[in-house]
């Protein structure tokens, strides 16, 4: 059981390296009208503190000034990515 979360702790990567997996994904998806998540364009996602469903039920099926994203544009996968990114900066909880 040590061994396996020794070994867990040396393969798993720091939290700001996961971060940083969600922002290219970020950039190239929402970063038109996020940009680095300030309000540019659009809303600034700082401390927004929505849970992860809320704020995937607004990517996927949008609001009244945003398009819904879909999993063609942004799969589950990079979505997933992007929200770990939106908790570094605190927009999901």
Known sequence: MALA?????????????????????????????HPDGNEDDGPDLHNKN?????????????????RP??????SDADLARVMVFLRSIHAVR
Request: hydrophobic share 40%.
């Open 5 to 33: 979360l020794a070994l867990l702790a040396v393969t798993a990567p720091p939290a700001q390296a996961q971060s940083a997996e969600g922002v290219p994904q970020f950039n190239r998806t929402c970063g038109r009208c």
């Open 50 to 66: 929505l849970t992860v469903a809320e704020m995937t039920r607004v990517v996927r099926e949008g609001t009244k000034h945003m």
């Open 69 to 74: 994203i879909r999993p063609t544009k942004l």
